[in-house]
């Protein structure tokens, strides 16, 4: 860092004013003398006020370095992080902004993370995964990764920004908004829009508080649902109709609404003995639970821990806590169909990543064999256990074998293997059942023969539960406990929690989190090998 006197030094610069502002190993630090490696200007050419053509604009540097401090604690809103530029010395200091002088204003922050949500015109990759991974370079071009590395995946939840609602408030909500929508596009007020379409809940405050039943009485609940319902199609029916006399930007958005809101009754609801609709006793695969997210949906952390938003897969080097790749989805999506992504950013940013740490859920046959096919790591996880139903036989107790085309059940009879649509399988005859005097532990009280299913990857999957009896991998699996450390850096500085709407502000955001840890390591790092200058001294 090169030493400064007082005649580079302004009166209203905030290492003026407090000379130990810029603390070694500290953000600020790292953001005001690697500015020039940190933004390289390839990647914001096409931003306003680089070239000579278009308005001016805050230089990205600057709007970045916000954007990054705004998640240097556990992270807040964008009016918070306006107001905190504007009086915090060190902020101020690393985006090289003078005291009391003028600050970027929240609308520029949204233009320029709708700038950084775009894609780069030379390779059409998303500008902050761009950026992401020329940091995590530099990172391992300084050194932070140890030639011991241990490479980990993981997962964590991440609650949505929209408010996630029963089905009651998904129709009424729903409905309400869509009115509001269609106001708006008609120029006339939502008072107009809720007479001409028969429904004054549309001006309540809340759709429960407006209907006063019963909540109690399940007929009530069910007639109102279905009143509800049929509102609902009645109105979707109508916009449809008559879209085509609202201007045509305000098309899409009410027709997306529209489906939506279809999505809720289809998903929802079902037709009960009295042709009326009911909410189904019955979970949908793909359930909408809010309407302001519509990205969003519903999973399990844990058995008793149930939440509504979107979740966070991470790969990183444990030891060190470097983040390599990561990526946001619906809180449905499984673990391991989004771990070959993760693996494969990774080897493109480490050439010598090998082998990958997983829990359970990254324990399937295919991940396995695709990560070495497609990319060389393998991918060492505890296979996916067989659930074994209550003294009664499951799919390992029968001799199995794939290459001869022959199972034999525990009672000793012997049979072929049949071949599906889909599947492979065995199945026992009725008669041989029957006799059989272990058909108790076998067969449930409905069943009239047994039927045994090959999963695809059956020989592959044999070979990683015999591996993974030997116990010098399970001793070298023990390392995978570390990998809290990357889970619990993003959950630190705001990763819980989503601060806008949708899936892709949720990945910006955990895009945004990950950078500010990585740079947080690479300071430390850097501050090691720099002496610091004492700038009072100076």
């Known amino acids: 860092m090169p030493t400064k006197n007082l005649s580079q030094t302004s009166f209203f610069t905030p290492e003026f004013a407090d000379p130990?502002?810029?603390?070694?190993?500290?953000?600020?630090?790292?953001?005001?003398?690697?500015?020039?490696?940190?933004?390289?200007?390839?990647?914001?050419?096409?931003?306003?006020?680089?070239?000579?053509?278009?308005?001016?604009?805050?230089?990205?540097?600057?709007?970045?370095?916000?954007?990054?401090?705004?998640?240097?604690?556990?992270?807040?809103?964008?009016?918070?992080?306006?107001?905190?530029?504007?009086?915090?010395?060190?902020?101020?200091?690393?985006?090289?902004?003078?005291?009391?002088?003028?600050?970027?204003?929240?609308?520029?922050?949204?233009?320029?993370?709708?700038?950084?949500?775009?894609?780069?015109?030379?390779?059409?990759?998303?500008?902050?995964?761009?950026?992401?991974?020329?940091?995590?370079?530099?990172?391992?071009?300084?050194?932070?990764?140890?030639?011991?590395a241990v490479w980990a995946m993981d997962s964590t939840p991440m609650w949505c920004y929209g408010a996630a609602r029963g089905t009651v408030r998904l129709l009424g909500d729903g409905l309400r908004g869509l009115g509001k929508q269609w106001a708006r596009a008609k120029g006339q007020t939502l008072a107009a829009v809720a007479t001409a379409w028969k429904l004054p809940f549309l001006l309540a405050k809340s759709t429960k508080g407006h209907f006063r039943i019963n909540w109690r009485d399940a007929d009530a609940r069910a007639g109102l649902i279905d009143s509800l319902a049929a509102d609902v199609l009645r109105v979707i029916e109508q916009v449809r109709a008559e879209v085509e006399s609202v201007r045509y930007n305000k098309r899409k958005g009410l027709l997306r609404r529209c489906r939506q809101l279809a999505k809720v009754i289809a998903d929802d609801l079902e037709v009960d003995d009295s042709a009326r609709l009911r909410v189904a006793q019955k979970v949908a695969r793909d359930r909408t639970v809010s309407i302001t997210d519509p990205m969003a949906r519903h999973s399990r952390k844990t058995r008793s821990q149930p939440f509504r938003g979107f979740k966070v897969h991470l790969l990183g080097e444990v030891v060190s806590g470097l983040i390599t790749s990561l990526s946001v989805t619906p809180a449905n999506k499984g673990d391991g169909t989004v771990a070959l992504r993760l693996i494969g950013r990774a080897k493109q940013l480490h050439a010598d990543l090998s082998q990958v740490l997983g829990d359970t859920a990254y324990?399937?046959?295919?991940?396995?064999?695709l990560g070495r096919r497609q990319h060389g790591v393998d991918v060492l996880a505890p296979p996916l256990p067989v659930t074994r139903?209550?003294?009664?036989?499951?799919?390992?107790?029968?001799?199995?074998?794939?290459?001869?085309?022959?199972?034999?059940?525990?009672?000793?009879?012997?049979?072929?293997?049949?071949?599906?649509?889909?599947?492979?399988?065995?199945?026992?005859?009725?008669?041989?059942?029957?006799?059989?005097?272990?058909?108790?532990?076998?067969?449930?009280?409905?069943?009239?023969?047994?039927?045994?299913?090959?999963?695809?990857?059956?020989?592959?999957?044999?070979?990683?539960?015999?591996?993974?009896?030997?116990?010098?991998?399970?001793?070298?699996?023990?390392?995978?406990?570390?990998?809290?450390?990357?889970?619990?850096q993003v959950v630190r500085h705001g990763g819980r929690q989503a601060r806008a709407w949708g899936l892709q502000q949720a990945t910006l955001q955990a895009s945004v989190i990950v950078m500010r840890c990585n740079l947080g390591r690479l300071a430390r790092h850097l501050a090691k090998e720099e002496e610091p200058v004492d700038l009072a001294a100076a």
Not at 59 to 81: D, I, Q
Not at 363 to 369: I, N
């Open 389 to 488: 139903p209550k003294d009664r036989f499951n799919s390992t107790d029968f001799d199995i074998d794939v290459a001869a085309g022959t199972a034999k059940c525990p009672g000793g009879v012997e049979v072929a293997m049949r071949q599906g649509k889909t599947r492979r399988y065995f199945s026992w005859s009725k008669a041989s059942c029957d006799t059989c005097p272990l058909r108790g532990k076998c067969l449930t009280a409905r069943a009239t023969c047994k039927t045994v299913a090959i999963n695809p990857r059956h020989e592959e999957l044999i070979v990683l539960r015999e591996r993974w009896e030997r116990e010098e991998i399970r001793e070298q699996y023990r390392t995978r406990s570390q990998c809290e450390r990357l889970v619990n």
């Open 363 to 369: 324990g399937g046959a295919e991940l396995h064999l």
């Open 20 to 148: 130990r502002v810029l603390a070694p190993a500290s953000l600020p630090w790292l953001f005001r003398t690697q500015a020039a490696k940190l933004y390289p200007d390839w990647l914001f050419s096409d931003w306003h006020g680089h070239g000579r053509r278009g308005r001016d604009a805050w230089p990205a540097s600057v709007l970045m370095t916000t954007l990054l401090l705004r998640f240097s604690e556990e992270g807040m809103s964008r009016k918070a992080m306006v107001r905190r530029l504007g009086t915090d010395l060190a902020w101020r200091a690393a985006t090289g902004l003078e005291i009391g002088g003028k600050a970027p204003s929240e609308s520029s922050f949204r233009r320029f993370e709708r700038y950084l949500l775009g894609r780069d015109l030379e390779s059409g990759v998303p500008r902050y995964q761009l950026l992401h991974e020329h940091h995590v370079r530099m990172c391992v071009d300084a050194g932070i990764v140890s030639p011991e």
